[in-house]
């Protein structure tokens, strides 16, 4: 997924997602994290590192967590970004764990 653009009370801030990472285990992956960068007029002002669990992606879409990833990704993305959107408009604008 691209980055997408939010606005929270009148400031637009890109998200730009990174590659993501599995947990590591012999048996299905039960969390994925990676970091998203948070833009405000083309400056870096904080990373978000997220990090979603399969309970989460399973209550979105069930099939997604066993999937391919250009099915399982953009849930993750989404739970994130919400979340994300969510710590912004709370004024949390540093470096944080975000989990969703």
Do not use: N
């Amino acid at each position: 997924m691209d980055a997408v653009e939010v606005e929270v009370d009148g400031v637009r801030y890109e998200l730009v997602p990174e590659p993501v990472r599995s947990s590591l285990s012999d048996s299905a992956a039960m969390l994925w994290g990676f970091p998203v960068r948070i833009l405000r007029d083309g400056e870096r002002i904080a990373t978000k590192t997220c990090f979603v669990g399969r309970i989460s992606v399973q209550a979105r879409d069930p099939l997604a967590p066993d999937a391919p990833a250009d099915r399982l990704v953009p849930v993750l993305h989404e739970l994130a970004f919400e979340r994300i959107r969510s710590r912004l408009e709370k004024g949390e604008l540093g470096d944080e764990i975000v989990f969703a």
